[in-house]
């Protein structure tokens, strides 16, 4: 069995003056690539299914989907 692999992107945006934690998306492995409130953090997998985003902060995350 053949199985195409998609990278789904997600980008979320935090505009308020608090923190707010995301509940991420569909059942994927969700690997952080980057977060503005710390550009220093490597990318890597994240275990949970939620993500504490910084105020005023953007995130970028990837997975892969089969398709």
Known sequence: KIMNLQVGDT???NASPER???KLP???DWQLQYDSNDPAIS???LEAKTYEIADRAAVL??????G
């Open 61 to 66: 995350l990837t997975a892969e989907i089969a």
């Open 26 to 28: 569909g059942d994927f």
């Open 11 to 13: 980008m979320m945006l």
């Open 43 to 45: 990318p890597h997998r």
């Open 20 to 22: 707010i934690t995301f």
